[in-house]
């Protein structure tokens, strides 16, 4: 069974950077697809993120810019690099997997949350 462990959540001022990070355990084979949500208080789920192990990605139009993630296929990790973080990218962000194609993002973890001061 899939897991997916983040780390890298936490406190940052306006303008500042923070790094997420997600490894899939539990599996032997390279992951198809990751990536990251953010759920923020009042709002739906949105995209953050995703990435295929191909390298090919996808980001949702309030982060482009900002926000580059990247793959680690022989460790089944993802990392979500952010710079000049707003108030409004506070949230709770989910890492998701989609560990063969075209099964969908069926894996999710528990939440980092990131905060970020005005």
């Known amino acids: 069974q899939v897991q997916l462990v983040e780390s890298g959540g936490g406190l940052v001022q306006t303008g500042g950077s923070l790094t997420l990070s997600c490894a899939a355990t539990?599996?032997?084979?390279?992951?198809?697809?990751m990536g990251w949500y953010r759920q923020s208080p009042g709002k739906l789920r949105e995209l953050v993120a995703i990435?295929?192990?191909?390298?090919?990605?996808k980001y949702g139009d309030s982060v482009k810019g900002r926000v580059t993630i990247s793959m680690d296929n022989a460790k089944n990790t993802t990392y979500l690099q952010m710079n000049s973080l707003k108030v409004e990218d506070t949230g709770l962000y989910y890492c998701?997997?989609?560990?063969?194609?075209?099964?969908?993002?069926?894996?999710w973890g528990q939440g980092t949350q990131v905060t970020v001061s005005s």
């Open positions: 539990g599996t032997p084979f390279s992951i198809y697809a």
């Open positions: 990435i295929t192990n191909d390298g090919t990605t």
């Open positions: 998701t997997a989609e560990r063969t194609h075209p099964r969908g993002f069926d894996h």
